[in-house]
């Protein structure tokens, strides 16, 4: 099945900085990989998704990239805020392509004001 | 629109005993999934439907957990007896699949279960 990594496990940024999550995956047929925000005591919540036929995909201060040679993928998210804090997923599907996600550990990412 | 919607929230109950959780998707969405959260892991599949038929249910532990989704709607996830190592959060999701396309899932807010 699908191996997904994720790292760091824990990001501490000052609020304005960059925080960069980045996963690699083992299944090359997957072809879709989403993002989500998990707040605490809520479900994961999708923030951004990019398919295989794409390289980058943007939304405001969030940007996912792609690189499917090297089977990784990453969330950058730009200007962090206080209300940016969360634990963040990347998931990858499997069995080629089949929709069996697999997600990853989760990165906690704490925006210090 | 409504997200999706799980009932209990919270539930505690001592092992060996029976519970079961509550979803109702989105509306108008085909595919449904059941979810089981550890502490600070991710999510991990247990069942995945479209509409009312189970697609995926290889990593449902079928001797104790059972799920149906009658009328391709709600659907209960149950467990029968339950373990302390069942002490979780059960997340359901839901999406719109057309064709091929791998569908977006949305989450519910999840059930807390504490089993003691």
């Known amino acids: 099945g699908e191996n997904v990594e994720q790292h760091p496990s824990t990001l501490s940024v000052q609020e304005g900085d960059s925080a960069v999550i980045k996963c690699t995956y083992s299944?090359?047929?997957?072809?879709?990989f989403p993002w989500y925000k998990q707040e605490l005591g809520k479900g994961p919540q999708l923030i951004i998704d990019?398919?295989?036929?794409?390289g980058e995909k943007k939304d405001q201060r969030i940007a996912v990239t792609l690189n499917k040679t090297a089977k990784h993928f990453s969330l950058h998210i730009t200007e962090t805020q206080p209300e940016d804090s969360a634990v963040y997923f990347c998931a990858a599907p499997g069995r080629g392509g089949s929709y069996i996600p697999t997600f990853g550990r989760g990165t906690s990412l704490i925006v210090h004001p | 629109e409504a997200g999706v919607v799980q009932s209990p929230r919270y539930k505690i109950i001592e092992k060996k005993q029976p519970v079961a959780f509550w979803c109702n998707p989105i509306s108008g969405h085909n595919t449904l999934y059941w979810y089981r959260q550890n502490l600070g892991q991710g999510p991990e599949l247990l069942i995945r439907y479209e509409n009312e038929e189970a697609v995926d249910d290889s990593q449902l532990p079928k001797d104790r957990f059972s799920a149906e989704r009658l009328k391709g709607v709600d659907s209960t996830l149950k467990i029968q007896p339950a373990e302390l190592g069942d002490s979780a959060v059960y997340l359901c999701?839901?999406?719109?699949?057309?064709?091929?396309?791998?569908?977006?899932?949305?989450f519910g807010p999840g059930t807390r279960l504490t089993v003691l």
């Open positions: 990019i398919r295989s036929n794409v």
């Open positions: 299944d090359s047929a997957s072809n879709y």
């Open positions: 999701a839901s999406g719109r699949k057309r064709g091929t396309l791998t569908d977006t899932q949305y």
